[in-house]
């Protein structure tokens, strides 16, 4: 989810731990509890700070080892260590418990994302990306908001947020089946498909679709249930050609695959290069494929500069590359 979906959630976590008897009975530990469950919301997060790096670190690393089962029983010890020195007479199972929780609770809800986290790691690097809900969902947002606007105005903490979990597995439970919903109007459409990639969309009954076969690729839309294909692609394996082999050494173009799982490739030879070109197929927008990591090699097979990202524009990706390259 989003930092401020992240954020709201920590809040209602910390209202919904007022329940707790020992949480509610001290006021220290009240307070602590409702800090770390802010924090513990945030922090798998932290990695976020590798895009200052570059976009293939962050790629490549975004929501792995912070997301993973053991930095799920890490962080709240972390946690701990920074805030129980600040609140000493605090309940230390207590805070230990509202803490997990929220860091788990962070890393399941990315789950659902189409992004996804490789929240198995480390028995698997793969990515579990659920495509049920939008990365910011305006209808869960708000609903936050609500609960916490009535806490501000004296409702009582904990029975407020009961409700609203209770509402929002009701809202994940509708998700789901309307997702499965989806994928059988396109299985019934495309009979052949290998595999079905809903990317959910801030517009509730509106999803991005990219369809396998063993031939080819299907990109469309659903919206309130009618599926419309934009686009078909003949699916051609990745050949091991020299130019190919060698673009898939660069950092940028392996960081796309490794988080990439559809998408179709193009190689161009220009007047003294080559430009091998690798475009997402889940993300079509406006009639183009903006998340593309794009190799230009020298005639020696050099790599001579390479990007992956959001592109908008040719000309965006003009001034990216040339930017890399002085």
Do not use: C
């Not at 920590?10 to 006021?27: E, F, H």
């Not at 609140?87 to 809800?109: E, R, S």
């Amino acid at each position: 989810m989003d930092t401020g979906t992240h954020i709201v959630m920590g809040i209602a976590l910390g209202g919904l731990a007022t329940l707790d008897p020992v949480v509610a009975s001290n006021p220290a530990t009240t307070t602590s509890v409702i800090i770390a469950t802010i924090i513990g919301s945030q922090i798998p997060d932290i990695d976020t700070v590798l895009k200052l790096r570059n976009n293939a670190v962050y790629i490549r690393n975004h929501r792995g080892v912070t997301h993973s089962i053991p930095a799920v029983i890490l962080w709240p010890l972390v946690i701990l260590a920074v805030l129980y020195p600040v609140f000493p007479g605090v309940n230390l199972f207590h805070l230990w418990l509202w803490t997990f929780i929220a860091v788990f609770l962070h890393v399941f809800v990315d789950i659902f994302n189409a992004y996804g986290t490789q929240a198995l790691r480390p028995f698997t690097n793969k990515w579990v990306a659920l495509g049920i809900i939008n990365t910011f969902d305006p209808i869960i947002f708000s609903l936050h908001i609500v609960a916490i606007l009535f806490w501000v105005f004296g409702a009582n903490p904990g029975y407020t947020f009961l409700t609203l979990f209770i509402v929002l597995i009701g809202y994940y439970l509708l998700r789901i089946f309307t997702q499965l919903k989806v994928k059988r109007s396109v299985k019934k459409m495309i009979p052949d498909a290998t595999e079905i990639i809903l990317s959910p969309t801030m517009r509730y009954n509106h999803w991005r679709i990219a369809v396998m076969t063993e031939d080819s690729f299907y990109v469309g839309r659903s919206h309130q249930h009618e599926i419309e294909i934009y686009d078909k692609f003949h699916r051609t394996p990745v050949p091991s050609t020299p130019v190919l082999a060698a673009a898939q050494k660069d950092k940028n173009l392996s960081a796309f695959l490794s988080f990439s799982p559809v998408f179709r490739w193009e190689v161009q030879e220009l007047e003294d290069q080559y430009q091998v070109r690798f475009i997402d197929l889940r993300y079509r927008s406006n009639g183009h494929y903006p998340f593309v990591a794009v190799v230009h090699l020298d005639l020696n097979l050099n790599i001579i500069t390479s990007y992956t990202g959001w592109i908008f524009s040719e000309d965006k990706l003009k001034k990216k590359l040339d930017i890399l390259t002085n």
